[in-house]
């Protein structure tokens, strides 16, 4: 018995498991070359994903997709202190005392 596209089982397609907010990474192809599009999945479906990336939003076709995974959010860049946290943080008796402590030891040179 020969079996037909019709009785053929659908392939599982990983990105349907994706929730709309994570963050992923989908590497795929164009003529150019490969490309990835990494950020915020805002769409799935079965033949694309959307994903807000840097760039804006990139539609990714499936028959394009080479890989594809989610990913941990972005690494946490330090922020500037504020003239408060500095003051908090070096305080002026923590200078004073560093500034004693250097100077004793230049007298016993």
């Known amino acids: ?3 037909n596209a019709e009785s053929m089982p659908i392939p599982s397609l990983p990105w349907m498991q994706w929730k ?5 990474v989908v590497r795929y192809r164009l003529a150019d ?3 990835d599009a990494l950020g915020e999945l805002r769409e799935t479906a079965p033949d694309h994903v959307i994903i807000y990336t840097k760039r804006g939003l990139v539609r990714v076709e499936a028959s394009t997709m080479v890989t594809g995974k989610t990913v941990p959010p972005p ?9 408060e946290e500095i ?3 070096y305080s002026t008796d923590t200078f004073t005392a560093q ?3 250097n ?3 230049e007298d016993h040179r």
Do not use: E, K
């Not at 709309?20 to 992923?24: D, E, I, N």
């Not at 690494?75 to 003239?83: A, F, G, K, S, V």
């Open 87 to 89: 003051r908090q943080t």
């Open 33 to 35: 070359g490969l490309h």
């Open 1 to 3: 018995m020969s079996r």
């Open 20 to 24: 709309p907010g994570t963050r992923v």
């Open 103 to 105: 100077h004793r030891n």
């Open 75 to 83: 690494p946490q860049i330090p922020t500037m202190m504020t003239r």
């Open 99 to 101: 500034a004693s402590h």
